[in-house]
């Protein structure tokens, strides 16, 4: 299956980690172009959360099981990170419901 926005993979990318994290992320496909994708990474360290740019999601919100995620986290919405599309091979799901349409309006466009 193709790759497509709106999408969340399980990202293994030493090249395309945030910061200096030796983490495995969950990232969020926001755009593919010419075999790179543009990527938003989640965290769960609502320690580092910041209110009004970041984005929650929340385990009891019925979209959150098509998200394939584990725990209650948000989209870190800067810095953004880049990666080959071929690197986006563990799908875990898909954005939906009110999160997506918060996404979408930070993002500017469909997802």
């Not at 969020?28 to 938003?40: C, K, S, W």
């Not at 999160?99 to 466009?109: H, I, L, T």
């Amino acid at each position: 299956m193709p790759v497509v926005p709106g999408e969340i993979y399980l990202l293994d990318d030493a090249d395309a980690r945030l910061r200096d994290s030796e983490s495995v992320r969950y990232v969020l496909v926001l755009r593919i172009e010419g075999g790179q994708a543009d990527i938003a990474y989640f965290s769960s360290r609502f320690d580092l959360f910041r209110d009004g740019k970041d984005i929650a999601i929340y385990r009891t919100w019925s979209e959150f099981p098509a998200s394939g995620l584990t725990m209650d986290c948000y989209l870190i919405t800067d810095p953004l990170g880049r990666t080959k599309v071929s690197k986006l091979t563990h799908r875990k799901g898909r954005i939906g419901g009110a999160f997506k349409q918060s996404v979408e309006d930070w993002w500017g466009q469909a997802l």
